[in-house]
Every structure is written in C-alpha cells, then in structure tokens.
C-alpha cells in the first residue's frame, strides 16, 4: 500500500483503528455505564477533573475535555442534583462559577477512578513488560 509523505500506509490506518475498535470494546468506553459504574465515560472524565483540579471552572472544564458548553451545563446540573457539585461565584469574575466536588464525592470517587485501572490490569497482564514499557515510551515522547 502506498505510503504518504510521513511514511504512513493504508495498512497503517486499518492496523490503528482495529486497535481502536479493540480497545473501546475492552474497556467499556462506548457503554452507557462506564464498567458497571452509573456514570458514562464523559460524566466520569468531568468527575475525574473535578476532583483533581480541587477548583475549577465549567469554561475550563469544557476547553480540557472539548466538550460542548451546553453539554457539559447539563452534566454539572445534574451532579448539582445529585449533591456531587457545589457552585459558588468566583471573587475575581462574578460571571464565572468555582465548581468543588463534595465531600461525598471526593470519598466515591475512588472506586470509580480505580475500576478502568482494575480493567487495564486485567488487560496487560499477558503482555510482556518490555512492550508495556515500549508502549508506555512512545506514549511519553509525543
């Protein structure tokens, strides 16, 4: 197959995304519960940023995660709902809201941040270290 200026071959491309397909189907990320949790995959990343940002505004979140505003309005709505997320004015800019996560959030949060490392282990473990550690380099270098 010919190859384009990068070196890159049509056998390339369709290498990459069986991989894709693959890796969406073992790890759960096109399933409406992310690994038999309540949450979808981008409920769990706006979670994810949530408490590991301690602060952070909705236009932050929306930007890191290239989510749409509105989109991302109804997930914080209903976490809101839910007693997940607290809002309050930011002292700097009336306009904008600090979101927190709640205390009860932040102690389930663990579970669910632990099941897709739970998942990725189960995966890996097959795989030679060596190509682990291969992966994880050509991962870190781009």
Request: hydrophobic content about 35%; cysteine-free; proline content about 3%.
């Amino acid at each position: 197959m010919p190859a384009t200026g990068s070196g890159i071959t049509e056998n390339h491309i369709t290498v990459f995304r069986g991989f894709n397909r693959f890796y969406t189907r073992e790890t759960g990320t096109l399933q409406e519960d992310l690994l038999d949790s309540e949450y979808s995959l981008t409920q769990a990343r706006v979670l994810y940023e949530l408490v590991t940002q301690g602060e952070i505004t909705a236009g932050e979140i929306a930007r890191e995660l290239v989510l749409d505003p509105g989109y991302l309005s109804r997930i914080l709505r209903k976490f809101e709902d839910d007693g997940l997320v607290k809002r309050r004015v930011s002292t700097g800019d009336a306009r904008q809201a600090i979101l927190t996560v709640t205390r009860r959030r932040k102690e389930s949060f663990a579970d669910l941040n632990e099941r897709p490392n739970r998942r990725a282990r189960s995966l890996l473990e097959g795989v030679p270290a060596s190509k682990i550690a291969e992966l994880a380099h050509r991962h870190a270098n781009r």
